[in-house]
């Protein structure tokens, strides 16, 4: 009795895990995959710094959290100045095993998000790119191929970085730039379920522990829930989050959004200055 309701449940999870690709999967087929910006296209060409925001397994860019994050930054910026947009992928994301997702954007989405930045016109000074669980290999891989291409700063935001057994951590954010010019990364993560490959600090990032503040169950979705709340003051609406326990700083310190050059050059500055390959700093609930 005991075996046949062990394979029952089985089979239930993996009805369960079809009925959530599947959907995603046919979904795909639809979107637009790539580089879109969230302002009016005359802008690009004035723009000067550049902020994109992609997704991870499953996941897509548009109408969801990625192209709604780069409108809250558009919101928050000189838009004369910054160029925002969003990476869509959803076409290799959208599969049954997540190690072919991240596998996907190591391989074949980070060159085509890196290509499609080259392609739009301006020197940049700054790229900042954003990148939740498997979406960090993509802005990682980008961030390889920029910085041999043209000389600018970059800043990489790594969310619950989805990192499979037997991969190397390591290779995440692991960026040769020319010596006149800065790259600094962080890395915000969960003790979640997926712990074992996503609650991990990176050697090449600043890194900062969420756990703590995790409202209610340990989610791997929480640190770009959390992240977006720092751009706008608010947790996502329809996210059961309390904003009344948003927390962002620790020893005098405030994460997030507020770490970017996007909230000012003194900023930037300062966060050039913290240490990368940490122990995770801890953030604390309010008493």
Request: proline share 3%; glycine share 8%; aromatic share 12%.
């Amino acid at each position: 009795m005991k075996k046949k309701t062990k394979i029952t449940s089985v089979v239930l999870i993996i009805l369960l895990a079809g009925l959530t690709v599947y959907p995603a999967f046919c979904r795909s087929k639809k979107k637009h995959f790539g580089l879109n910006f969230v302002h009016k296209a005359e802008k690009q060409s004035q723009a000067d710094h550049l902020v994109v925001i992609t997704h991870g397994w499953i996941h897509k860019g548009k109408g969801r959290w990625p192209e709604k994050m780069a409108k809250a930054i558009n919101e928050n910026v000189d838009s004369e100045q910054w160029m925002v947009g969003y990476f869509d992928w959803g076409k290799g994301s959208a599969t049954i095993n997540p190690v072919d997702a991240v596998t996907y954007a190591r391989d074949i989405a980070g060159a085509a998000l890196a290509g499609q930045i080259l392609k739009v016109e301006g020197d940049y000074k700054h790229i900042h790119l954003i990148g939740h669980s498997s979406g960090a290999w993509v802005i990682s891989e980008a961030a390889k191929i920029l910085s041999d291409q043209i000389k600018t700063d970059i800043h990489l935001t790594f969310l619950d970085a989805y990192v499979p057994k037997d991969w190397r951590q390591e290779q995440l954010g692991d960026i040769n730039c020319p010596a006149d010019v800065n790259y600094w990364a962080e890395h915000y993560w969960t003790a979640d379920i997926t712990q074992k490959v996503t609650g991990i600090d990176l050697t090449h990032a600043h890194n900062v522990s969420l756990t703590r503040i995790d409202q209610y169950l340990k989610d791997h979705n929480f640190p770009w829930k959390w992240y977006y709340a720092t751009v706008t003051g608010e947790f996502p609406k329809y996210s059961f989050l309390d904003n009344k326990k948003l927390v962002t700083d620790a020893n005098g310190i405030k994460y997030g959004f507020a770490r970017s050059l996007e909230k000012g050059s003194g900023k930037w500055q300062e966060s050039l200055k913290l240490k990368v390959g940490n122990k995770a700093v801890e953030l604390e609930k309010k008493p």
